[in-house]
């Protein structure tokens, strides 16, 4: 069984840094890309970052320049350090990981944590 487990979420306001973690556990054979998602009220879930197994990089324009993602592959967890935050950044942040089982067909599925919430105020 597999868990994504995420920390680090919290209040803080405008203009201060957070940093996210998450950690994959269980049977695990590979992890592909890892990633951060948010999803405020009354809006859909939304991609933050991705981080490929080689660490190459992807953020939403609204994140860019402030928010790095990062991994460390050893330890199977991703990170996300979220600087000048501002009030829209306020949402429950998902971790995403597409990785592998040590089950055949060895397939690779998408796995979620149960999200953190990161409160920014104004």
């Known amino acids: 069984q597999v868990q994504l487990v995420e920390s680090g979420g919290g209040l803080v306001q405008a203009g201060g840094s957070l940093r996210l973690s998450c950690a994959a556990s269980?049977?695990?054979?590979?992890?592909?890309?890892m990633g951060w998602y948010r999803q405020a009220p009354g809006k859909q879930r939304e991609l933050v970052a991705v981080?490929?197994?080689?660490?190459?990089?992807n953020y939403a324009d609204s994140v860019k320049g402030r928010f790095t993602i990062s991994r460390d592959n050893a330890k199977n967890t991703v990170y996300l350090q979220m600087n000048s935050l501002k009030p829209e950044d306020t949402a429950v942040y998902y971790c995403n990981a597409e990785l592998v089982v040590p089950v055949i067909p060895f397939q690779a599925s998408a796995y979620w944590g149960q999200g953190t919430q990161v409160t920014v105020s104004s």
């Open positions: 269980g049977r695990i054979f590979s992890i592909n890309a």
């Open positions: 981080i490929t197994s080689g660490g190459s990089t």
